[in-house]
Nanobody
Framework: QVRLVESGGGLVQPGGSLRLSCTASGSIISINAMGWYRQTPGKQREVVAIITSGGSTNYADSVKGRFTISGDNPKNTVYLQMNSLKPEDTAVYYC??????????????WGQGTQVTVSS
């Protein structure tokens, strides 16, 4: 089993910043990519940012220039620095990791989610 634990969500005013963290633990041989997704009630979960083990990153257009994803490979940890937050960034943010947990056995795991609320 691979477990993801997120932290760092909360309430922030528009224009403010938050930093999310997510650490993967358990039976892990390697992680190919980690990412952040978000979901609001009644909508599908959408990708926010993804980082590969090689350091390549991709961002949703809505967060480019405001959010930065980074990773600490030895710690199996990914961060999401969110700046210039807007009310429309309000959502539950989920961490995702994909990799290999046993020789030839891949995994894809989700965290439990952390609430981010942007409001004055």
């Amino acid at each position: 089993q691979v477990r993801l634990v997120e932290s760092g969500g909360g309430l922030v005013q528009p224009g403010g910043s938050l930093r999310l963290s997510c650490t993967a633990s358990g039976s892990i041989i390697s992680i190919n990519a980690m990412g952040w997704y978000r979901q609001t009630p009644g909508k599908q979960r959408e990708v926010v940012a993804i980082i590969t083990s090689g350091g390549s990153t991709n961002y949703a257009d809505s967060v480019k220039g405001r959010f930065t994803i980074s990773g600490d490979n030895p710690k199996n940890t990914v961060y999401l620095q969110m700046n210039s937050l807007k009310p429309e960034d309000t959502a539950v943010y989920y961490c995702n990791a994909e990799g290999e947990r046993l020789p030839g056995v891949r995994f894809g795991s989700w965290g439990q989610g952390t609430q981010v609320t942007v409001s004055s």
